[in-house]
């Protein structure tokens, strides 16, 4: 399994909810920040701004995708004045209707607003690794032909609203997200920013990741990781903290959390020992320590917490 393919399969997504902006120019909306954003531009364009990251031009095709942004906004030209989207349209209307519609009767934009709500804590993790703004535009060369026709499906299943419209959007923007991360990966990454997509797409730095995800539960040190890399060991610390924006052993310790956290849920009967023998700890108790401080609860807490989350559900 390939490193994609397996933190895909950990970034675990619930709760989607999507709606509709029609705005016309000029407008300017500024939303709260919340986990797992997603916009998809169906016609028009306009600038999105997150944080205090610089403007960035959106048109019709566009996919965008933000982990984790503090606010964020979208407005008609950058000197537009920015409204709060609660005072346009208030969170219940909006939950009733799914619109909003807002803007000065100019050219007209159309975007759809989805949020994806990450189901487990591991989720959280490797969020952190996501730059701020994954953006894969109608032009990229990277996009796959049914790129488009698939936002134009997602389009169309929300302005009609028929039923199951709802979980066919859940699954057809799961595959854009899937999408949007391989593509980011394929493409270069502005030079300073810091994350595992960029380190992906590094050969060397690339190489030893794929190598320690595949393998958790080996005692990797950093000498051997620089090898896997061909590298000296300074230049392959320094070089893979440029990229990911931590140690190599800092990120394997989170790695291997993570995969002891998908174990735990998929294998209830396995035992503790043994999960921790499967990633790189020979007692429980050492073991146990690090996922509490990785993870924020102690493993059997962590256990307790989803079979509970689980019986709920059922």
Not at 117 to 143: G, K, N, Q, W, Y
Request: aromatic content about 8%; some cysteine; glycine content about 8%.
């Amino acid at each position: 399994m390939d490193v994609l393919t397996e933190i895909m399969a950990l970034l675990r997504t619930q709760g989607h909810l999507y709606g509709r902006l029609e705005l016309t120019a000029p407008f300017g909306l500024q939303f709260p920040g919340r986990k797992g954003i997603c916009l998809i531009v169906t016609r028009g364009s306009c600038l999105l701004g997150v944080d205090e990251q610089a403007l960035v031009p959106l048109v019709g095709g566009d996919f965008v995708f933000l982990p984790a942004p503090e606010a964020y906004s979208l407005r008609s030209s950058p000197r537009a004045r920015l409204r709060a989207a609660e005072d346009v349209t208030p969170p219940e209307a909006f939950y009733r209707s799914r619109l909003i519609a807002h803007g000065g009767g100019g050219a007209p934009v159309t975007v759809i607003a989805g949020c994806f709500t990450f189901a487990s804590p591991e989720s959280e993790l490797l969020v952190r690794h996501l730059p701020p703004i994954i953006h894969l535009a109608a032009s990229d060369a990277h996009a796959a032909p049914w790129f488009q026709s698939t936002l134009q499906f997602i389009a169309a299943e929300i302005a009609q609203g028929l039923p199951g419209s709802p979980a066919v959007v859940d699954r057809l923007a799961e595959v854009l997200f899937v999408q949007a991360m391989r593509a980011r990966i394929q493409a270069s990454l502005p030079a300073g920013s810091q994350s595992w997509l960029r380190a992906l797409g590094d050969p060397q730095i690339g190489e030893a990741l794929r190598q320690m995800h595949a393998a958790p539960g080996r005692a990797w040190t950093v000498p051997e990781l620089a090898r896997v890399a061909s590298m000296s060991r300074s230049a392959f610390a320094a070089r893979f903290r440029e990229l990911v924006g931590e140690t190599p052993l800092d990120h394997l310790t989170q790695w291997r959390m993570v995969r002891a956290a998908s174990m735990m849920r998929e294998n209830r009967p396995m035992k503790l020992a043994a999960i921790a023998m499967a990633v790189g700890y020979e007692s429980e108790s050492s073991f146990g320590k690090v996922f509490r401080r990785v993870m924020g609860m102690s493993p059997g807490r962590y256990r307790r917490k989803h079979r509970l989350d689980d019986e709920r559900a059922d």
